[in-house]
């Protein structure tokens, strides 16, 4: 791996750099080159995922668990899938509401059929799907 650190200068706007300031203060960068390199490594995270590259991340399910169905048609799904969960967490929220943490790894497509496919039963409240790449960018 290529450790050798490379300066370049970039030109911007001052109200979009005072804006950019503001937003690495807020997230404690400790200074812009970190706060940069960030920004490149989730464009080409997002890359891999929209080429189909292999990622890995989370499927979060928030439902409710009195559904009729619902348990069993999640099971199934992630059976269907289960080359790609690596584990999931289950957690009871509530009387009502469960949440469950899928961890995956794998094709992104496959991954986000999978996401699809869990987020849409009826009976899920909520879901979503948090991703990186499966490999270091440095």
């Known amino acids: 791996m290529d450790d050798i650190i490379y300066r370049f200068g970039v030109s911007l706007e001052k109200s979009l750099i005072d804006k950019f300031d503001m937003l690495i203060r807020r997230r404690k ?22 080429t189909g590259g292999n990622i890995a991340g989370a499927i979060i399910l928030l439902y409710n668990h009195h559904k009729r169905e619902l348990l069993a048609k999640m099971t199934d799904i992630q059976h269907d899938y289960q080359k790609f969960i690596v584990s999931t967490q289950h957690i009871h929220l509530d009387h009502d509401n469960c949440l469950e943490i899928i961890a995956v790894k794998g094709k992104a497509d496959e991954i ?6 869990l987020i849409s039963l009826k009976g899920v409240k909520h879901g979503d799907i948090s991703f990186t790449s499966s490999k270091a960018i440095p």
């Open 29 to 50: 960068y400790t200074n812009r080159s970190k706060a940069i390199a960030d920004l490149i490594r989730k464009e080409l995270i997002h890359t891999t995922w929209e």
């Open 112 to 117: 986000n059929t999978l996401a699809d496919k």
